[in-house]
């Protein structure tokens, strides 16, 4: 058992327990071994083979220690998953004498049978092989289920060539490229070197509904969201859930999930009630990027894992429910430079000349690489959120705040705002700048990418996606930009902070028709953002175009992030995950209405047949009119129940993915519509006021 420090209070007394932390390091290896590996840690260098036998032998032990039975190399194939293959730490056959082992190779390099993850044509046939190495910088940990533990080790995942088959080698590349173009930038403002690192806090939404609602949906089951379902009277338009107080059953399920995300050395922090009904949040504090991308993919396991021995089913899909909220996951990304946070508005004109450097940078970024920060949103999840009801626009652009916003507008006029008037000079990089405002009163929840305060909030991904994919875009064009900030400087002759001043004030008249500070959701926005040319991309097909355009692919070759083969592999996995997804949805949608709604509508039709023609034969005197009027709607409803599974049966058959969801969405009116007219007692689905209150 570690020992506790005085500092750590009875109620986290497990935090970090099951991570493979330094201080267990420091504990277990020699100091000369602890320091080779701490080094490999903290800086990303490479592991020093001859250490390795060592590291792996105290993995050993500790994992032993904590009742672990196997080892297991975990990664992020192209799933948008993770991965794992258990291998128990026996070594020998004979139980005479079981001996146990752990080498240095098993924990630095696995071989995986690659032939079943999606490579997108990069795997041959005939080397069906991938490999994975470990990724020193994210910790190994123990992962606890009812009766055992495994010992995971985080790896990347590649095939024989060295092409990335995985999230995280190109995330890993990316935020090398990005650390690389920060200290280039900050050597041009002569400070002294510090590491560089990227920041990401990542906040999870989520529904729970209970779990016995869920088995009975076959949609909620196979395809993760409600393919039907009439919207209730009451949903969230009275904003009563937002921020309410949470039920003690969801409680209990929050603090499980929070105790056993603290035992992973995951810094949950944050829990609340969602706008939606049963839709809820959970925010770590944040993180080193990718150490952060792992905990995200590990946290939406807990809760999934959590909601189920809890007699929850917890909805990570993008859109659960039509018409109310979907699910985001807000990757809020910052870049450090030492202790100093780049984004954070500094406390002297120095500091704010940086600051607006690197805010302008990312301004530049968003501008000429919006579309590939939309394909890396893309899904078919997510093609129900971005644009609907409440979430961010397909569209992407930058809402700065109004104090920044009027900063900006100085520096690109280069006069003072009347408005403010507390600012008198705008110069970068000389006394007269006066301390920015650190502005956390602008709140723009219909912006897909703002700026709050220290940080960007890219709120455009989807709940159940892997953020290093989006992560990935953001290091690259962000090093991008700041290559491009570099090269003008370096290039310019006389006094910095004027040279500095002319090329900011370019750069924003340049690129600020990405900036826009309105309601995303409005019509008017649509419009306005195709008159400045910002590229709207509405569904899957259309977002993942980016991938294979020439530009695109040369940038990401460029910056040594993605290779264009691994840019098209990308591009034929998510589509052939689009249009699976969506025959599954399809032949879903299709099964529920014939075999589970049309039968009871038929029942209902044919008793109120009966029950008319009884009628008329014994010249009842009132009733008939109401019987008559409810059967032309349910055989109405049932002649267009039929006429549309055929069409969906067909589309399926012979169409594409978006003729497919446009005959479901037609289908949906009519299932939905007949929700409301058959007997509730016989309705073969949990409806939506049930999922979304009755837990
Ligand atoms: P909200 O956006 O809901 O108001 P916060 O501002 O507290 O909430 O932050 C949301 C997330 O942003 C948290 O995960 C937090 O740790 C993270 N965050 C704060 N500062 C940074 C930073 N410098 N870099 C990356 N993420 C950050
Ligand atoms: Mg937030």
């Known amino acids: 058992m570690e020992k506790k420090t005085d500092s750590q209070p009875e109620a986290f007394g497990t935090y970090g327990d099951d991570v493979f932390s330094e201080k267990v390091i420091a504990r277990l290896l020699p100091k000369k071994v602890a320091e080779k590996l701490l080094a490999t840690m903290r800086d990303s260098k490479p592991l020093d083979p001859k250490i390795a036998d060592d590291v792996a ?22 799933t948008g998953g993770t991965a794992e293959k258990h291998n128990s730490f026996i070594e020998s056959t004979s139980p005479a004498s079981l001996k146990v082992e752990f080498s240095g190779k098993n924990l630095i390099g696995g071989e995986a049978d690659a032939s079943s993850f999606p490579s997108g044509g990069l795997r041959s046939t005939f080397e069906a092989r991938g490999y994975t190495a470990w990724d020193p910088t994210s910790p190994a940990f123990i992962k606890r289920h009812a009766n055992g533990a495994t010992l995971c080790i985080p790896t990347v995942f590649c095939s024989y060539t060295g092409d990335a088959l995985d999230s995280k080698t190109p995330l890993l590349r990316s935020m090398q490229a990005v650390s690389r173009a920060t200290e280039r930038l900050m050597k041009l403002f002569r400070q002294p070197k510090e590491h560089v690192s990227v920041t990401l806090g990542a906040e999870q939404e989520y529904f729970l509904i209970d779990r016995s609602y869920y088995m009975e949906r076959p949609d909620l089951l196979q395809t993760g969201r409600t393919v039907y379902g009439a919207a209730p009277a009451k949903h969230q338009q009275l904003d009563d859930h937002y921020y309410g107080a949470i039920r003690p059953r969801v409680l209990k399920f929050m603090q499980e999930v929070d105790e056993q995300l603290w035992r992973l050395g995951i810094p949950a922090k944050t829990r609340h009630n969602e706008v939606a009904p049963a839709q809820f949040e959970l925010a770590p504090m944040f993180e080193n990027q990718n150490l952060a991308v792992d905990h995200n ?3 939406m396991e807990v809760l999934r894992q959590t909601a189920e021995s809890n007699g929850f089913a917890c ?8 018409g109310v909220n979907g699910s985001g996951k807000h990757c809020n990304w910052s870049l450090a430079y030492g202790d100093r946070n780049l984004l954070k508005p500094g406390r002297n004109p120095k500091e704010n000349a940086i600051f607006l450097t690197v805010l302008s940078a990312v301004i530049r970024a ?19 959120r971005l644009g609907a009801n409440e979430a961010p626009p397909a569209v992407i652009s930058i809402f700065l705040g109004d104090e920044l916003s009027a900063v900006m507008r100085e520096i690109e006029t280069g006069k003072p705002e009347k408005s403010s008037g507390r600012r008198t000079k705008l110069k970068i990089g000389v006394d007269t700048l006066p301390p920015l405002p650190a502005d956390t009163t602008d709140r723009n929840r219909t912006s897909p990418f703002a700026f709050t305060g220290n940080k960007f909030e890219f709120r455009a991904p989807g709940s159940s996606q892997n953020c290093a994919v989006n992560q990935m875009v953001l290091n690259t064009i962000v090093a991008e930009s700041l290559d491009a900030i570099c090269d003008k400087l370096e290039a310019m002759e006389g006094d910095f902070n004027v040279n500095l001043q002319n090329l900011l ?9 990405v900036l826009f500070s309105g309601d995303g959701y409005s019509g008017a926005w649509k419009d306005e953002a195709a008159k400045r040319g910002l590229p709207d991309l509405p569904d899957t097909i259309a977002a993942i175009g980016p991938l294979v355009e020439a530009a695109n692919q040369k940038l990401f070759l460029d910056y040594g992030v993605l290779t264009p083969a691994e840019m098209n592999a990308r591009h034929e996995i998510a589509l052939e995950d689009y249009t699976r997804r969506i025959g599954i949805e399809g032949a879903v949608a299709l099964e529920i209405a014939r075999a589970m709604v049309r039968p009871v509508v038929a029942d209902e039709f044919s008793k109120l047949a009966t029950a008319i023609s009884l009628a008329k ?6 009733g008939q009119k109401g019987l008559n009027a409810l059967s032309l709607k349910l055989g109405a409803g049932l002649d267009d129940l039929h006429v549309k599974c055929e069409r969906l049966e067909k589309a399926l058959a012979h169409g594409g993915p978006q003729e497919v969801v446009a005959t479901m969405r037609s289908l ?20 939506y006021r049930e999922m979304l209150f009755v837990y």
Do not use: Y
Not at 315 to 322: D, G, R, S, V, Y
Not at 505 to 513: A, G, M, S, V, Y
Not at 617 to 622: Q, R
């Open 315 to 322: 909805l990570l899909h993008e859109k659960p429910f039509e």
């Open 505 to 513: 004030q370019r750069l924003i008249r340049k690129h600020k028709r």
């Open 366 to 384: 968003i501008d000429l690489h919006a579309d590939m920060l939309r394909a890396a949103t893309a899904s078919a999840g997510n093609d129900h």
């Open 57 to 78: 032998e105290a993995m050993k032990r500790w994992a032993l220690s904590k009742g672990a039975t196997h080892f297991t190399h975990w990664f992020q194939p192209l």
């Open 297 to 299: 993919m590990l946290m």
């Open 617 to 622: 034969k014994d010249g009842l005197k009132v």
């Open 668 to 687: 949906r009116k009519t299932v939905d519509a007949l929700e409301g007219l058959v007997d509730d007692g016989r309705w073969p689905l949990p409806k």
